[in-house]
């Protein structure tokens, strides 16, 4: 079992900056893959960004240049920084740890932007 915690939501103008984070803890969260996905009203949940346990990421089209994911896996915490905010960008955003067809996911964080 894994547990994960975000925090670092909130609302922002248009083209400013959040950083999300979500603290994992539980049985050897460092194995696993974590990612943040999100979901805005009306629409499915997507991918955002994941990052592997050695580090490789992998990024949405719609967010790439412009987040940025990392990991410590020292202290079990995986960061979302979120530059050039856009009104689109507004959802409920989600940490996910994932090891074969295992998936955890924590309880998510607000993301408003706001035009």
């Known amino acids: 079992q894994v547990q994960l915690v975000e925090s670092g939501g909130g609302l922002v103008q248009a083209g400013g900056s959040l950083r999300l984070s979500c603290a994992a803890s539980?049985?050897?969260?460092?194995?696993?893959?974590m990612g943040w996905y999100r979901q805005a009203p009306g629409k499915q949940r997507e991918l955002v960004a994941v990052?592997?346990?050695?580090?490789?990421?992998n990024y949405a089209d719609s967010v790439k240049a412009r987040f940025t994911i990392s990991r410590d896996n020292a202290r079990n915490t995986v960061d979302l920084q979120m530059n050039s905010l856009k009104p689109e960008d507004t959802a409920v955003y989600y940490c996910?740890?994932?090891?074969?067809?295992?998936?955890?996911w924590g309880q998510g964080t607000q993301v408003t932007v706001s035009s």
């Open positions: 996910n740890a994932r090891r074969y067809v295992t998936d955890y």
């Open positions: 539980g049985s050897m969260p460092r194995i696993y893959t």
């Open positions: 990052i592997s346990s050695a580090g490789t990421t």
